[in-house]
Each structure stands twice: as C-alpha cells, then as structure tokens.
C-alpha cells in the first residue's frame, strides 16, 4: 500500500511525504512523487492529498466490559475498539481488575479472555492492584515479563478499590525494583466519603453532589502524597486523570524537581464542567465521572499544562454506562450512580478542536495522543510513529471535513453522547491497523478479534 500526497505528522511538525506499506510494517517514508522513479510499486494506492497522515491514536486508559457498581461498562472488546477506529485510535491500554483476596494473574487472564476473538485493534494491559499484599506484591515482578508493565493503585474508592499509604508505598518499592510504573487515581478517598455522608445526611442527592463533595484540594493534596511516596521510593509515577489546575501545580513542581512524575488528563476535563453535572430532569447523572467535572476556569489552566508537558498524555478514561437502565441506579441517590462517561471514539477529533482554536500545535496533538502514550508504556516505536519498520497503525484525517456528534450515529453501545449536537470540524476517514485497512470512507472493514495483544516494555521516560 502506498499512501500519496499527505503530510505525514509527528511531535516533530508536518512534512510532505508518501509512506509505503509492506504488510503489517511501514516500510518506507519517501519524498513525495519518487515512488515510481525508486522501482515502487503498489497493489493499491491511497490519496491523502491535503490530508494529514497521522500514527494511530493510543488511548491508555480505557474500562471494555468492567464490573463497576453492580454492573459492567456497556463496551466490550468488540464494540468498544470498533468505536476507538472509527475515531482514529488503534490502540488501546485497558485494565484488568484485581478482585479482593484474588490475584493479579487471575484478573491479566480474565482480561486475555475478555478481549482474545474481540479486540478490532491491537491492546495492551496495565494491572489494577485493588488488593496489595505479599502475593500480589511478588505477582508485580511477574506480569512485568509479560508485558503487564504499569500497575494502578487508587487513593479513592475505600472498601473497593482503596489503597492505603502503607500499601501504596510497598507498591512503589517493588515498582521501583522492578522498573514498572505506578499509575495513580489520586483523590483523597476516605475524607470524600466523610463528606459524602455529610451531604446525604442534609438531603442532598442529586447528581451535582456528586462534584460538590469531591473537592479540587482533596484530588492535589493526593496527587502531592503520592508523589512524596513516589520520591521517597524511587518508583516512576504516572497520575490518571487530572482534572484541575491545583493538581497539575503539584505535578509541575516535581517535574521541576526532575522527578519522572508524570500527569494525564482527559477530554471531558478540557471540554465540559460542572454545570453539567447540574442539568436538569436527572440529565446530570450522564456526566457523572470520577473525578468529578470541574468549575469552568480549570479547563484553561489544563490546557496550559499541555502545552508545558506538566501534562504528558491525553487519554478518555472510556468507562460507558447507559442513561437507561445503568444511571437510574443512582435516581434518589447520587453515590449509586456508576461512574464514567463513553469517550474512546472522540478523543482524535476533540484534541484536534484544540488545534484549530489554538490550544495546543498540530505537533502537540500527535505527541500527546499517540507518540509520548508509546513512550510511556513502553511501545515505541511499534507504536506512536509512522517510520519504517513500525506497525502501520495509520490514519488518514480530513482537517477540513465537518461532523456532528449524536448518540444516534456514535459506534459505542451506549445510549447518549455527552457531546450530542457538538459540531467537529475534521473527520477520520481512512484507518489502518497493522497495514490492513479497517475503516474507509464510513465503512468499517476491520473485524473481531484480528486485535492482538501487546506485550509492553517498561517507560521509555524514565531518567
Ligand atoms: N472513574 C470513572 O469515572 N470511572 C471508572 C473509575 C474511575 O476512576
Ligand atoms: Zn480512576
Ligand atoms: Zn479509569
Ligand atoms: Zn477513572
């Protein structure tokens, strides 16, 4: 395959040039038009004539099929990658759940299963630690060899997913021998809980509670825990999620300090707020997500830390649950209300709505979506990059083409779009995963379970 005519961009900039495919590999990036002069021939030929030629997007934080408050996110492998190509991501880092009193292999195998005969793109795993002990401390070193090289511990969610300083800090101690990275969720969650209480017990039940009672200082003051506990240990630390600027603050001055703490925020965090979480006739309890959507002005201090690289990655935090039956859990009560929001499938396009109004550069959205994603769990340059040699993960986008987002036309199985109505400018229009096409001109030609697993080598960040 050889593809003509576009500008092929990386966190370098755009250049011109033809990119030629042999199989599932790039096998050559040329100077556009010398092809034919170089004795190249192609079996077929796509023109990305005033098209940007992009590596696929890596979304490392996605929830397919995940037990989550009596239910499972409504995305499995198959629908949940399907949307991600659609969207111009073709690569995804999902995470196996540790269970209470199980192990961390039982949960990596449970995925596997999961996702084998399902996944339309290539996949990769970090490990939820949800129960820190002897055994699954050891069980760490083990997935590592098996490509499993970043582990998620969270500050919120006692009696789920908590885990304590003590538990935290053995983690970080065996990460930091091991080389795998913390990933973080840092909310302090047993003083929300406390305040939560507080908000139940004056009546108060609505959806909008649920932002109202996880505050702004108690995401940084977990955020700074867990990067003290992180240079005390040694251990590279990757936080989930930010969500506001007093958190990425806490991230930049260890940046600063030279420290590999690094930050990822979502689109939802750049693109919606709280009002939303206030909208009326229980419509709020779509845009539940933890942690919560903030006060507006957050949103520009985030963009900030994009461009100044406090924040690293953008990720979705895809964790989709229906408005109907799934969010009715939480009618006349806000803490059973699952949370999460569908997103896998805008990510590319939102963070491009960044570019043309400003945000952040053309190179700046490569680099945050796919290339430094490589990078950071270990993928590069299999992943991230359209070079030779590399996975011809590509996508042709369209900047000029218009959408409109709806819930009626989306790819996800879910019944809502937090962006219903919003209008994109510039569209996905061609896909590859592993030199096969898998998506054209509003077709989606890829199929279930052509997805393969990627076994991931340790941060390529770390100093
Ligand atoms: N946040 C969510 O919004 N959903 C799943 C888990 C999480 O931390
Ligand atoms: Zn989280
Ligand atoms: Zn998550
Ligand atoms: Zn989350």
Not at 198 to 211: L, Y
């Amino acid at each position: 395959t050889l593809i003509t005519g576009g500008q092929v961009v990386s966190p370098q900039g755009a250049a011109a040039a033809d990119v030629l495919i042999d199989g599932e590999t790039v096998s050559a990036v040329l100077t556009p038009g010398t092809a034919a002069a170089l004795g190249v021939t192609a079996d077929r030929t796509i023109d990305a004539a005033g098209k940007y030629v992009l590596p696929g997007g890596i979304d490392v934080h996605t929830h397919m099929d995940m037990p989550f408050g009596g239910t499972f996110s409504v995305d499995d492998f198959e629908t949940g990658t399907r949307a991600a190509a659609w969207g111009g991501t073709t690569t995804i880092v999902d995470f196996p759940v540790q269970k209470k009193g199980g192990s961390l292999q039982e949960a990596v195998d449970t995925w596997h299963a999961k996702a084998e005969g399902k996944a339309c793109i290539d996949y990769g795993f970090h490990a939820i630690l949800a129960d820190v002990n002897d055994t699954s401390l050891k069980e760490m070193d083990g997935l590592v060899d098996q490509g499993v090289t970043s582990f998620k511990l969270f500050m919120a969610y006692p009696g789920v997913f908590l885990s304590t300083d003590d538990q935290i800090i053995q983690a970080m101690y065996r990460a930091a021998d091991n080389g795998a990275t913390i990933m973080m969720h840092a909310e302090n969650g047993t003083a929300i809980d406390q305040i939560v209480q507080r908000a139940i017990a004056a009546g108060n039940t609505a959806p909008k509670w649920h932002g109202l009672t996880r505050p702004i200082a108690l995401e940084a003051e977990a955020v700074n825990r867990a990067a003290q506990m992180a240079d005390v240990t040694g251990a590279p630390l990757y936080f989930v999620h930010l969500s506001s600027g007093a958190a990425v603050d806490v991230v930049t001055q260890a940046r600063d300090a030279g420290r590999n703490v690094f930050g990822e925020t979502c689109p939802q965090y750049l693109f919606l707020d709280e009002s939303d979480l206030a909208r009326a006739d229980f419509e709020g309890a779509k845009y539940v997500c933890t942690p919560a959507l903030r006060p507006v002005e957050e949103q520009a201090k985030l963009w900030r830390g994009l461009r100044t690289n406090d924040l690293s990655v953008v990720a979705t935090d895809h964790c989709p649950f229906c408005f109907v039956p799934d969010k009715q859990l939480g009618k006349d009560d806000f803490r059973a209300i699952p949370n999460g929001l569908p997103g896998v499938e805008h990510r590319m396009d939102l963070l491009h709505m960044g570019v043309t109004k400003g945000e952040i550069s053309l190179a700046r959205w490569v680099e945050i979506s796919a290339a430094t994603p490589a990078r950071m769990f270990g993928m590069y340059p299999k992943k991230g990059v359209v070079a030779p040699g590399s996975d011809a993960d590509i996508v042709i986008y369209d900047p000029t083409a218009k959408q409109t987002v709806s819930a009626q036309t989306h790819h996800m199985n879910v019944d809502y779009s937090v962006y219903e109505g919003w209008e994109f400018t510039g569209k996905v229009e061609t896909v590859l995963s592993r030199g096969e096409v898998v998506l054209d001109a509003g077709e989606f030609t890829g199929s279930p379970g052509r997805g393969k697993f990627i076994k991931r080598s340790l941060s390529q960040y770390l100093v």
